[in-house]
Nanobody
Framework: QVQLVESGGGLVQAGGSLTLSCAASGRTFGRYAMGWFRQAPGKEREFVAS????????YDGDSVKGRFTISRDDAKNTVYLQMNSLKPEDTAVYYCAAGITYGSGKEAREYAYWGQGTQVTVPS
């Protein structure tokens, strides 16, 4: 069982930066792929970024490429999402997820555990 708690959300002006954190419980954190997804009101959940457990390879969603960076610190059981050059269309609830997968981590179905979400708001 893995429990995930996101933090770091808030209101930030367009062009600004924000770092989200996701703290995980469990001694086997290092064996899980970690991902960030987001969901805006009235829209489907969207893949943001993932980092695999064995290679630490990362994948980014098309809409955040070059602006967002995912990283993990297995010693701290924490995954981060550094968000730069934020835009109003980045406004959403951001969810952290953990799962055992040998895929890219781009699909929500690859994850068994989810956090409660943290709101990010970028006013237009």
């Amino acid at each position: 069982q893995v429990q995930l708690v996101e933090s770091g959300g808030g209101l930030v002006q367009a062009g600004g930066s924000l770092t989200l954190s996701c703290a995980a419980s469990g001694r086997t954190f290092g064996r899980y792929a970690m991902g960030w997804f987001r969901q805006a009101p009235g829209k489907e959940r969207e893949f943001v970024a993932s980092v695999l457990w064995n290679t630490s390879r990362t994948y980014d969603g098309d809409s955040v490429k070059g602006r967002f960076t995912i990283s993990r610190d297995d010693a701290k059981n924490t995954v981060y999402l550094q968000m730069n050059s934020l835009k109003p269309e980045d406004t959403a609830v951001y969810y952290c997820a953990a799962g055992i997968t040998y895929g890219s981590g781009k699909e929500a179905r690859e994850y068994a555990y989810w956090g409660q979400g943290t709101q990010v708001t970028v006013p237009s």
